[in-house]
Every structure is written in structure tokens, then in C-alpha cells.
């Protein structure tokens, strides 16, 4: 009698990314907290209204066409922030002794 294989059923809010409005979730609520602040700040008016709108809209486009190459690219270039340009190279100090071959040959 032969097996079947086990198959295992995953809801789909556990594979696709977080996202608000198209863009990463984060960003989105950075960007339009920060469009509501410049209306709010400035005072309503058109201008700031205009100025507002447009920066809004434009900067919403740019997170939808970001989140389309990868949905997690903030998320990524965070951590890679915290990455140094160059690592030391140290070891233990038990660390085995491996024999180095001579580097010049006689």
C-alpha cells in the first residue's frame, strides 16, 4: 500500500506581505502622517492642499512601484544598515592550530 504524500494547507495571510494601499505598511503610515501634517501644519489652504496632494500621490505611486520589485525592500535596507563595511578577521583563543604551508618553497 502506498503513501500518499503529506500535503500541508497554509492560509494566505501567512504568505503574502503586510502591505496598505499598495506600499510597505509602514511607509505608507510615514508618508500620509506626514502629508496630513504639512496640510494640517501649514494651514488649509489651497496651496497646501495642492502641495499635499501631489507629494501624497506621487509618493504612493513610488511605494506601489517599490512594493511591486519587492514588498519587503525597507525591511532589508534597515538591516543592512546595521551591517559594517568590513569585519576583522579574529578567532577564539582556543581555537585549533591549523599548520599553514610555507609560502616560499625551498
Do not use: C
Not at 492560509?11 to 505608507?28: A, D, I, K, Y
Not at 525592500?73 to 599548520?99: D, G, K, M, N, V
Amino acid at each position: 500500500m502506498a503513501q500518499q504524500e503529506r500535503q500541508l494547507v497554509l492560509h494566505r495571510s501567512l504568505t503574502t506581505p503586510n502591505l496598505l494601499g499598495g506600499g510597505e505598511r509602514n511607509l505608507v503610515i510615514l508618508l500620509w502622517t506626514l502629508i496630513a501634517a504639512l496640510i494640517l501644519g501649514a494651514g488649509i489652504r489651497l496651496l497646501s492642499l495642492f502641495v499635499g496632494i501631489l507629494v501624497g500621490v506621487g509618493g504612493q505611486y513610488g511605494l506601489i512601484k517599490a512594493a511591486q520589485v519587492d514588498p519587503q525592500w525597507f525591511a532589508i535596507y534597515r538591516r543592512s544598515l546595521t551591517y559594517r563595511a568590513w569585519y576583522p578577521a579574529h578567532s577564539q583563543i582556543h581555537a585549533e592550530r591549523r599548520p599553514r604551508p610555507p609560502s616560499v618553497t625551498t
